[in-house]
């Protein structure tokens, strides 16, 4: 948990709307990014928006932009000013530059990548998870390095150091680099033994949890496993996967828990979680839980079923369950409204005529919180499980 007596930081966020995202995906981000803030510990005042073609190369805003940010922070004591994209080394140290031209200005610049990051490493808890976001946080922090001391020009050489020495940049990045190369062997000998545990677990029908983060991956869980597995409404509740043996009337099988995904998740994590992930690979069945009260909820599908692609795991058998319509909510147009129809104004029931619909048997809408529809959950995870454990051991049907 999170340390509620040390002050509460400031920040502003700041996004752009582009080609690549107009004003509504915009703000859909920022609204991730100031939950991501809010799981951080952080309290969003204001946010930032510029119509730019590309980020400027220099300090991803404009000038006039940057201006009203540097305002506001003066005016507001701002601790912490956040981008919703990933910041170049460059960019991140011409806006420290900038936003800090006052000695006792000190306001930290963060991206989207660094949120994540260290929202990972609070809530890390295994020796397991804690190895993978280190790395994660050295890779990321490599090409960030600036100099610290700007009274130490050089390192003396001396007796076993070859040439004059070395300044204290190259120092940094000779430490940060060992000390990756370390934690990468430390990770070959956990995923060796994470593949030996895997190994033992026999030949059950394996099922993965996959969803975007925050969506309810851990409750249900709960509900099928009768486990107690840590579940929050914040995002990346769930770091380490948690595999639990679930029997359902007499079928038993494995079910995994795992790491939510996101938009712009960063590459350094994706690596470094190779191992988590790789419950998904090896997964028999997956079961893609989807928050349908989300107003962005099929962007999140999208971006949940790209991963599987980059992963490997995109062409498994999948179970769509669409979890809080409990919280579903939709505004009902009225009679003389001529406006267009958006997907804010569609019920549920009308998803369930539109693409939803193709899915047929491979799809089902619950609340975990409510327990609603939870015994057709099983009913038909039971049917899958039990059509793969027929192919995969003929001799068994007598069981079933």
Sequence with gaps: MYDTSKKQETAILVGLINRMQNE???????????????????????????????????????????????????????????????????????????????????????????LILDIFASRARTAHAKTQVELAQYIYMLPRLTKMWSHLDRIKGGIGMKGAGETEIETDRRIVRDRIALLKE?????????????????????????????????????LLSKSD???????FATLDTTVRKVVIENLPFLLSDTVGFIRKLPTTLVESFKSTLDEVREADILIHVVDISHPGFEDQINVVNQTLADIGAGDKPTIMVFNKIDAFSFEEKAVDDLSPVTKHNIS???????????????????????????????????????????KRYPYNNLLY
């Excluded at 029908?205 to 983060?213: D, S």
């Excluded at 597995?229 to 995002?235: C, D, M, P, R």
């Design 24 to 114: 509504e995906t915009a703000t859909e981000y920022l609204d991730e990014l100031e939950f991501l803030t809010d799981t951080a510990g952080g309290k969003v005042l204001k946010r930032y928006t510029q119509r730019l073609e590309h980020p400027d190369s220099r300090t991803f805003i404009g000038a006039g932009k940057l201006s009203d940010v540097k305002n506001f922070i003066k005016q507001n004591n701002i601790d912490i000013v956040i981008f919703d994209d990933e910041l170049s080394p460059a960019q991140q140290r011409n806006l420290e530059k900038k936003i800090n031209d006052e000695e006792d200005s000190k306001v930290k610049v963060v991206d989207r990548t660094r």
């Design 348 to 390: 549920l029931e009308q998803w369930k005529k539109t693409w939803m619909n193709k899915l047929n048997a491979q799809c089902i809408f619950i609340s975990a919180t409510n327990k609603q529809n939870i015994d057709e959950l099983k009913k038909l995870l039971y049917d899958k499980v039990k059509e793969m454990h027929v």
């Design 186 to 222: 430390r990770l070959k000998t956990i995923d060796k033994q994470m593949e030996t545990q895997r190994k033992n677990r026999g030949e059950m029908i394996r099922v993965a949890l996959v969803g975007y983060t925050n969506v309810g991956k851990s409750t249900i869980m709960n």
């Design 229 to 235: 597995v840590f579940a929050e409404n914040k995002l």
